[in-house]
């Protein structure tokens, strides 16, 4: 029997000849070898996995194959076998791992076939004990060598990697330069090292690929599309296997497999698969190796890596747009949908029930028999589209085509720089409260293990106190040491002049909530438009976007929702003042139910009566967050004089953008 490795280790010709040599010699004059099984393949591989390939063929050896060792156990435990004792050069070549080799060994002897080795003593009788004494040595040492070279060799790859030197086929976007070995001999023999540069139109191609995700916040299917698009600026790769292999166009494993290579960030990553050991399984990446600070040009920033890696399940299993999707029993669209996302990190889902649209989130759903996986979590939650609409009806108004939309950004800005360092120092004098209590914690240990006897449990108890505490201080100062850094791999942070953007938007009186449902999902996709509920609130985050380049988009599409009737001027020429609004409304005829759901009530007031309400010009003011300035009058209702009923009137619905319902709000309140 015999088992040598691939090509890449020897030569197997070479080395199976050699082995079948030294068992031929070592055997005793009446005996002969009548069959030969080996395999070309690794000693560490299971047993089930062995005699499965056909490299031998490969190489001509010139050794009549009659199987594998998964062959000659087979034939072994027959009672018509050709042999009546195995033997091989020596045990690492059944196997590396003492497992598998103990294994093999046993099988054997309980099939009464002896297992001898050429290094070993062949002894047909007597005592078997200095035998099995050498034998578990040498199997013992065949698993030493084993693990002994791969982490030796790791250690070399690791060293490799975080001087910065590439390993295997350049990412897309890179090509490789190699360098003068450092080794003399190895450079000598005319072996280099490769690092990593950017490889012209496929450089770009990633980092166009990186913003289109990030900025336009575009699936992969989108992305494939405009790749595909224009082949000559966005050139396709080419797979490992070579030409023979490649498809000529993009694919979204293909965007997904770049985006999720670290590579890109400038630092040199290893390990990110287990090749050999799991078939090219993703390990976890805390087991990746990094090169301690970036050694080629990066392609993605940083940061907007991170953020698209965990940006990554908000999106996943979500088409772009919002058309109809491929189901025959979809009847129906919805404008927010995969724009929400629960406190839980789920994406809220539409329905429609009773003339009423809703998004709910539902655990249970899909984590059947997983109760754990959202504990806590409310069974069901929902949230009505109309007042989603009208919150985000009334952020467009004011904070996007508001005239004051500039002193709110400011302020909230300024806001949000004064809470971020109180949070950040905060966070601070935390970590440096805990330092400061566990180095007192492992003063007074100390000071009691001085008092006590070394064999004393209470001593030795302390000791495990003393290193769960140094643990945790390890702990502690490594996150005071990410706080620290945290501001310098953030991105930057919005200032005063990055409002300049708000200001290449016209000033627009919105009425999202009466616009077609295709033009808001227009706005609300090009603005990314994020919804964002919170845990144990009745709050929700709205957040959106102003990419520069995209600015007249986003004016044209807000001037279509408006229908162009209050746009002002040009898309990129800001236009203050006063919108053209209507001076007289009619309380009676206002859209909805009463609050109350009193028909008395409702019943009450007459057709005939019409409230007149006069225009003024005043200065914007804080109510119910917008700029009504609220002031009573009487109305008299000429069935019953008795009877007045006081209503807050809309004095500046010209200023006011969210007064284009304020009227009606106010007759039905």
């Known amino acids: 029997m015999g088992r040598t490795s691939t090509e890449e280790q020897q030569d197997p010709r070479q080395s199976l000849l050699r082995q079948w040599e030294r068992c031929q010699s070592a055997l005793p004059e009446a005996w002969a070898i009548v069959c030969h099984f080996y395999d070309v393949e690794s000693g560490r591989k299971e047993l089930s996995e062995r005699s499965r390939g056909s490299d031998y063929e490969r190489f001509g050896i010139p050794i009549a194959r009659d199987g594998g060792i998964v062959d000659l156990l087979a034939e072994a435990a027959q009672p018509d076998r050709r042999f009546d004792a195995v033997i091989c050069e020596s045990t690492s070549r059944v196997a590396r791992r003492m497992y598998e080799n103990l294994f093999v060994e046993r099988e054997l002897e309980h099939a009464g076939v002896p297992l001898f080795a050429w290094n070993e003593p062949i002894k047909l009788d007597g005592g078997r004990a200095q035998q099995i004494l050498q034998r578990r040595i040498n199997q013992s040492v065949a698993e030493y060598e084993v693990y002994n070279a791969l982490e030796t060799s790791w250690g070399g790859l690791c060293t490799h990697v975080r001087e910065g030197w590439n390993i295997g086929k350049p990412p897309y976007g890179y090509k ?25 139109l496929r450089a770009k191609t990633v980092t166009q690929i990186a913003q289109w995700r990030f900025h336009d916040r575009v699936g992969y299917s989108t992305i494939v599309d405009r790749l ?25 494993s293909t965007v997904c497999g770049l985006l999720c290579n670290p590579k890109y960030t400038g630092y040199q990553v290893f390990n990110r698969r287990a090749t050999r050991s799991r078939h090219g399984a993703h390990n976890d990446p805390r087991l990746w190796v990094w090169s301690p600070e970036p050694v080629h040009e990066p392609l993605i920033s940083k940061w907007m890596f991170d953020e698209l890696v965990a940006r990554r399940q908000d999106k996943r299993g979500s088409r772009d747009g919002n058309a109809l999707n ?66 985000i009806g009334a952020f467009f108004a004011d904070r996007v085509f508001g005239p004051e939309r500039r002193a709110l950004l400011v302020a909230d800005l300024r806001d949000a720089d ?75 942070r919005p200032t ?34 994020t919804i ?9 985050t709205l957040s959106i976007r102003l990419p520069a380049d995209r600015l007249s988009e986003i004016s044209r599409a807000a001037e279509a929702a ?4 209050y746009a002002q001027g040009p898309a990129t020429t800001p236009v203050a003042g006063p919108c053209p609004s209507a001076s007289r409304t009619d309380a009676v005829r206002a859209p909805g139910r009463i609050r109350t759901c009193d028909t008395r009530f409702r019943s009450s007031w007459s057709p005939r009566v019409r409230v007149v309400l006069p225009r003024l010009a005043l200065p914007c003011r804080a109510a119910y967050g917008c700029c009504c300035v609220p002031s009573l ?22 200023r006011c953008l969210r007064c284009l319902n304020c009227s009606y709000r106010t007759a039905r309140t």
């Open 326 to 391: 491929k189901h025959p029993a979809t009847r129906r669209t919805y404008v927010l949908r995969g724009l929400i996302h629960c406190a839980c990190g789920r994406r809220l889902f539409g329905n429609h029930r009773h003339r009423t649209t809703y998004y709910s989130c539902w655990p249970r759903a899909n984590n059947r028999g997983r109760p754990d996986v959202y504990a806590g979590h409310p069974a069901t939650l929902y949230i009505n589209e109309a007042d989603l609409l009208e919150a």
């Open 176 to 200: 490789a330069k190699a360098y003068r070995h450092p080794n003399p001999a190895k450079a000598a023999r005319g072996a280099t090292k490769s690092r990593l540069e950017p490889d012209g």
């Open 496 to 529: 005063a002049q990055t409002a300049d953007l708000l200001d290449a938007l016209p000033y627009l009186a919105v009425n999202l909530a009466r616009a077609p449902e295709r033009l808001q999902r227009q706005l609300y996709e090009i603005t990314q438009l």
């Open 228 to 252: 595909n698009a224009d082949p000559d600026r966005f050139p396709p790769p080419t797979p490992p296997g070579g030409t023979s292999r490649a498809r000529g166009a993009w694919s979204k």
């Open 418 to 492: 004064v809470r971020a360092d109180q949070e950040r120092e905060t966070e601070r004098e935390r970590l440096q409260r805990a330092l400061a209590d566990l180095a007192r914690g492992q003063d007074n240990i100390l000071r009691q293990a001085r008092e006590g006897a070394p064999d004393d449990p209470f001593t030795r108890g302390l000791r495990q106190t003393y290193n769960d505490l140094e643990a945790q201080r390890t702990a502690t100062r490594d996150a005071l040491a990410e706080l620290d850094a945290a501001e310098d791999s953030e991105p930057s």
């Open 532 to 540: 964002r509920l919170h845990a144990n609130s009745d709050d929700v």
């Open 562 to 565: 408006t229908g162009g009737r």
């Open 633 to 654: 009058m009487s109305v008299v209702d000429v069935r019953r004089p008795s009877r007045k009923f006081v209503l807050g009137s809309v004095l500046d619905s010209a």
